[in-house]
């Protein structure tokens, strides 16, 4: 990871903490620079950084199965209920995890957290205006709170207010993402209830998860998938990586996971 100089500023420079360019493999010989401001946010108690999870499933998108004829943007007109979006990413921190999905599969990425966290999430989408031209990519960001999963709240970054748009069936996402969002006994039943409440109901549409293996978080990641599968979704494919990165003062063993409508082949 090295710091870029001489990007444009969305935040006053004694908000900026940090600002480091992620190189993330966008296949087995290439990379991509993804820039990241992590600014001085806010959200239950954690400082806005970037997890080890969203670092290592960017890295491990290249070698994801998924469908990606669903994920390029298809010429209709954006707008309203009909955001235009792919991907929807939970949980999004500084959105390292839907900035590199949208830059190395071409699509649109909408980045989610806490209203707090968004105007972080807008720094690190105008970080990388110029990477999104590169690779016909493009991203938004606003709220979705787990706890009211059909509300989402798009930010427009022209009238820095935020527009509701109701989650309905005409506009779930081919592709939800979450990295590290599954610390607390409340987070299973909340993510899967968001996921599953999200996730288009068609049979190339997937969830992908990335979480550390913590001792004391591994009773929420069991009920994690035993809900995944109780709300009608499989595992469609899976894996392990270990993080290894300098400074890491956190569980290195990282499981990552691709689901699918169990119903629907
Ligand atoms: C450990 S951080 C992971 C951030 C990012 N995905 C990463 O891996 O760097 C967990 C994120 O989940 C968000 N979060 C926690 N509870 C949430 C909720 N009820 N609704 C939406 N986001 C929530 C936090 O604000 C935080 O950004």
Same mark, same amino acid.
């Given at each position: 990871?090295?710091?870029?100089?001489?990007?444009?500023?969305? /935040?006053?420079?004694? #908000?900026?903490?940090?600002?480091?360019?992620?190189?993330?493999?966008?296949?087995?010989? *290439? @990379?991509?620079?993804?820039?990241?401001?992590?600014?001085?946010?806010?959200?239950?108690?954690?400082?806005?950084?970037?997890?080890? !999870?969203?670092?290592?499933?960017?890295?491990?998108?290249?070698?994801? +199965?998924?469908?990606?004829?669903? #994920?390029?943007?298809?010429?209709s007109p954006a707008s309203g209920a009909h955001h235009g979006?792919?991907?929807?990413? =939970?949980?999004?921190?500084?959105?390292? %995890?839907?900035?590199?999905?949208?830059?190395?599969?071409?699509? $649109?990425?909408? #980045?989610? +957290?806490?209203?707090?966290?968004?105007?972080?999430? @807008?720094? &690190?989408?105008?970080? *990388?205006? !110029?990477?999104? @031209? +590169?690779?016909?990519?493009?991203?938004?960001?606003?709220?979705?709170?787990? &706890?009211?999963?059909?509300?989402? /709240?798009?930010?427009?970054?022209?009238?820095?207010?935020?527009v509701?748009v109701?989650?309905?069936?005409?506009?779930? /996402?081919?592709?939800?993402?979450?990295?590290?969002?599954?610390?607390?006994?409340?987070?299973?039943?909340?993510? %899967? $209830?968001?996921?599953?409440?999200?996730?288009?109901?068609?049979?190339?549409?997937?969830?992908?998860?990335?979480?550390?293996?913590?001792?004391?978080?591994?009773?929420?990641?069991?009920?994690?998938?035993? =809900?995944?599968?109780?709300?009608?979704?499989?595992?469609?494919?899976?894996?392990?990586?270990?993080?290894? /990165?300098?400074?890491?003062?956190?569980?290195?063993?990282?499981?990552?996971?691709?689901? $699918?409508?169990?119903?629907?082949?």
């Amino acid at each position: 990871m090295g710091t870029v100089a001489g990007e444009h500023d969305p /935040f006053p420079s004694e #908000l900026v903490e940090r600002r480091s360019t992620y190189q993330i493999s966008q296949s087995a010989s *290439n @990379q991509i620079p993804v820039v990241i401001v992590e600014a001085a946010c806010r959200a239950e108690n954690l400082t806005l950084t970037t997890w080890s !999870s969203s670092v290592v499933i960017s890295n491990t998108l290249h070698k994801l +199965d998924i469908p990606l004829a669903q #994920l390029r943007a298809d010429g209709s007109p954006a707008s309203g209920a009909h955001h235009g979006y792919k991907i929807l990413e =939970l949980g999004a921190g500084t959105g390292l %995890t839907g900035l590199s999905a949208a830059c190395i599969w071409g699509s $649109r990425a909408l #980045l989610t +957290d806490l209203p707090t966290i968004v105007p972080g999430l @807008q720094a &690190n989408i105008d970080a *990388n205006t !110029s990477l999104f @031209q +590169d690779q016909g990519a493009g991203a938004g960001c606003g709220t979705l709170d787990w &706890n009211a999963p059909s509300d989402l /709240f798009i930010y427009d970054s022209a009238s820095a207010s935020e527009v509701k748009v109701a989650i309905t069936d005409d506009n779930k /996402f081919p592709l939800v993402m979450a990295a590290d969002t599954m610390y607390t006994e409340d987070h299973p039943e909340l993510l %899967t $209830r968001t996921i599953a409440t999200c996730l288009s109901r068609s049979k190339d549409a997937r969830a992908v998860t990335c979480w550390p293996q913590r001792v004391c978080y591994l009773e929420p990641l069991r009920e994690f998938w035993r =809900l995944m599968e109780e709300r009608g979704l499989v595992v469609a494919q899976e894996g392990q990586e270990y993080a290894d /990165f300098e400074g890491l003062d956190d569980e290195p063993l990282h499981e990552w996971s691709v689901w $699918r409508w169990k119903d629907l082949q």
